[in-house]
């Protein structure tokens, strides 16, 4: 596709409970981050990827969350047990390995998953 | 660690008149890039300009234009004739040029456009 995509774009859950998120990155990037937005505020960074390999996962709250990119493409955020403090907009981000030129060093969005933890 | 902060949650402009938003950061590197993004309320965010280190030019995308101070580590974003389009919210960021995970926004300054 042409943009980021994420899904599903809205979540209702209840506490406890585990959920999934999905992200399907621009074709042909690399490297894939994982945000968590509250509202009115700027993304928080959670974790990121390059391909398969995670990178980076000391934003991660808590043990409750992970991450994953078996094929270096799809990635999966995995909530388990979720609390009502979990209830944001995650945001997944995606950007080509480091090239000559700008382009390669912009990240890209999709337009969030938001979770609302009852 | 690096730290971005932007000092206006809400700035006001009337259409067609000129507006700049303020971004200050934190760091002790000296290769980094820095990056306006826009969200409108849709919530997609919108990369609006970005901004080398190395460079001493200041980056220009048509109506936008930044103002990089790089001793005083400042990078403002000016909005030329403001256009009703371009409310939204408007996030300053920061990244390592050595640490490709290490993005970090600002809170966020929302931009309303009066008519």
């Known amino acids: 596709g042409a943009g980021v995509s994420q899904s599903p774009r809205y979540k209702v859950t209840k506490r406890g409970q585990d959920v999934a998120l999905r992200c399907d990155p621009i074709s042909g990037h690399v490297s894939l981050y994982w945000y968590r937005q509250a509202l009115g505020q700027g993304p928080e960074f959670l974790t990121y990827f390059n391909y398969e390999a995670q990178q980076d996962k000391s934003g991660l709250p808590n043990d409750r969350f992970s991450a994953e990119r078996p094929e270096g493409s799809i990635s999966t955020l995995t909530i388990q047990r979720t609390e009502q403090r979990d209830s944001a907009m995650y945001r997944c981000?995606?950007?080509?390995?480091?090239?000559?030129?700008?382009?390669?060093?912009?990240?890209?969005f999709g337009p969030g998953t938001r979770l609302l933890v009852l | 660690a690096q730290t971005v902060t932007q000092s206006q949650p809400e700035m006001s402009v009337q259409e067609a008149e000129t507006v700049t938003l303020s971004c200050t950061y934190d760091?002790?590197?000296?290769?980094?890039?820095l990056f306006w993004y826009k969200q409108p309320p849709s919530r997609q965010m919108i990369l609006v300009i970005r901004q080398e280190a190395y460079k001493q030019q200041n980056a220009t995308e048509n109506r936008f234009s930044v103002n990089f101070q790089k001793a005083a580590k400042s990078f403002s974003l000016k909005i030329s004739d403001s256009q009703l389009g371009d409310a939204a919210m408007y996030f300053c960021?920061?990244?390592?040029?050595?640490?490709?995970?290490?993005?970090?926004f600002g809170a966020g300054t929302r931009l309303t456009v009066k008519p």
């Open positions: 760091t002790s590197e000296s290769d980094y890039y």
């Open positions: 960021a920061y990244r390592s040029a050595s640490n490709n995970n290490d993005m970090r």
């Open positions: 981000a995606s950007s080509a390995m480091r090239t000559a030129g700008a382009q390669g060093e912009t990240q890209y």
